[in-house]
């Protein structure tokens, strides 16, 4: 079977873009049963003696203790952050969060172990770049791509903003770990791989009309993740170790692409943007978040739904040159109806109205998300457009 690191060196050297892509940052990927005892001798390989582990009351349970007694084995010495719920009982990734663990992590720790998914794993990511040590990643649930990605999405004042920092240097999924994790996570893992149906056909839409930066190896490496993820999606509904290997592989490679690329464009567009303009809903009332995954998969069959309900004004609005291509890009976007038909395969929530959305928010994101990133997606010329038709 080709290695990550061979996959991802393929379709660097292919690529005809243009663009100078870095080598991968992450140095190993290690996926499998026992995976966890790689992670002492891969310390003392990179001599790194001090590392400063972070993890919440949840995942320390599911392999934060596990981590310590490999540590303590070794002879490692090692700090760590639990990193405290909110008044909602949820645990962000935002200043509070952030400022924890810098103020915990002793000034002479030389690395950082993320113990969680996405959130604890951004937390981690920001303030072991801020401090300029690496980060290593142990994750407990595969129900993010940003696992081994650049970004950090951190909350800000109850906005939030995707900082460029740094990707693990290793990478240890535990496969036994894995298929413990709650069915609601693989399934936002899941959803997070079937947003991009509607990323990518955004990015090639951008690509088209705004001239905006495009890379077909990153393209194709995300197409080709969604595609291994969506065949396999009766395994990954049982949760059993193959299944749990498909979905972690596929999230992984996502997050690959995004780092040749250098930026989330392959992975994150409008169906992102809507996800995101309900959060900061949620936080600006103070109501328990949702998993990321779970209103990217809502949100991409909205956004699909969106898209094909206005198929002819998109054709008809964008460059006369290029309608046909954007006649095309639209006919590869499945009907919202499949995407949560997908979806519901993996047990996940399929609609906003059972996330608890309102409506009204659906419909006020629908017309407004688009601000979030500086993107030309498909739903921004949809909103431009058609405001400025109307003045």
Request: proline residues 4%; negative net charge.
């Amino acid at each position: 079977m080709q290695s990550f690191h061979e996959w991802y060196n393929q379709h660097k050297n292919n690529c005809t873009c243009g663009r100078e892509h870095e080598p991968l940052p992450t140095e190993v990927f290690e996926i499998g049963s026992g995976i966890l005892e790689k992670l002492p001798p891969f310390l003392n390989k990179k001599q790194l003696s001090r590392p400063h582990v972070v993890y919440d009351k949840h995942t320390k349970k599911a392999a934060g203790e596990a981590v310590e007694t490999l540590l303590d084995k070794a002879g490692i010495n090692y700090t760590v952050s639990l990193v405290p719920e909110n008044e909602q009982e949820d645990v962000l990734a935002d200043e509070h969060a952030i400022m924890h663990v810098l103020v915990e992590a002793p000034a002479e720790a030389d690395c950082m172990i993320a113990v969680g998914a996405g959130t604890l794993h951004d937390i981690t990511r920001f303030a072991s770049y801020k401090m300029g040590i690496p980060f290593l990643s142990v994750p407990t649930a595969p129900s993010v791509d940003g696992f081994n990605s650049k970004g950090a999405p951190i909350v800000m004042n109850k906005v939030k903003k995707t900082y460029q920092t740094q990707a693990p240097i290793g990478l240890f999924a535990e496969i036994d770990i894995l298929v413990e994790a709650p069915q609601a996570m693989v399934a936002a893992g899941f959803a997070d791989m079937l947003g991009k149906y509607t990323s990518l056909a955004d990015w090639k839409f951008s690509r088209l009309t705004a001239d905006e930066p495009f890379c077909d190896a990153s393209y194709h490496m995300t197409k080709e993740a969604l595609e291994n993820c969506v065949n396999h999606a009766e395994k990954i509904a049982v949760r059993d170790a193959a299944g749990m290997e498909y979905l972690i592989a596929a999230l992984i490679q996502s997050g690959m692409a995004m780092s040749l690329f250098g930026h989330s464009h392959p992975a994150s567009a409008a169906e992102h943007h809507l996800s995101h303009f309900w959060e900061m809903k949620f936080l600006k009332e103070d109501r328990k978040q949702l998993l990321h995954g779970e209103k990217v998969g809502a949100a991409c069959g909205i956004i699909a739904e969106h898209y094909h309900n206005n198929k002819q004004w998109i054709i008809d609005n964008s460059p006369a040159k290029e309608q046909n291509s954007v006649a095309d890009i639209l006919e590869e976007i499945p009907s919202g109806e499949e995407v949560r038909r997908i979806l519901k395969l993996v047990g996940g929530k399929t609609t906003a109205e059972e996330l608890g959305i309102a409506q009204s928010w659906v419909e006020e994101g629908l017309q407004e998300a688009h601000h979030i990133r500086d993107r030309h997606t498909m739903l921004r010329l949809l909103n431009e457009q058609k405001r400025a038709s109307n003045t």
